[in-house]
């Protein structure tokens, strides 16, 4: 019984300090400027170019049988190309 007492008041203390912690509101109300993280969606925009109506009218690439039918063959065979290791530091 007194081990769950103990248990009990320190679990209670816990709680009632934890509570002391809460605030009454948001951490930077008033503080924040509006404006925050323009400058990235400005970026990404620049980077970014829109297909006009046309380009995206004729965006269907069909679907070539003959060469899906060959890339198999050539897995089950086991004569798929090595790919080439590329590095952005110039070596490889």
Do not use: W
């Amino acid at each position: 019984m007194k081990k769950f007492l103990i248990k009990t008041m320190c679990g209670g203390s816990v709680l009632i300090l934890l509570g002391a912690c809460q605030t009454s509101g948001p951490a930077l109300t008033g503080q924040l400027d509006y404006d925050l993280g323009s400058a990235v969606k400005h970026n990404a925009d620049a980077q970014f170019v829109r297909p006009t109506a046309a380009q995206k009218a004729n965006t269907y690439i069909p679907a070539d049988p003959a060469r899906a039918a060959l890339a198999y063959k050539k897995y089950q065979e086991g004569k798929v190309e090595k790919t080439e290791k590329v590095s952005t530091s110039g070596g490889k």
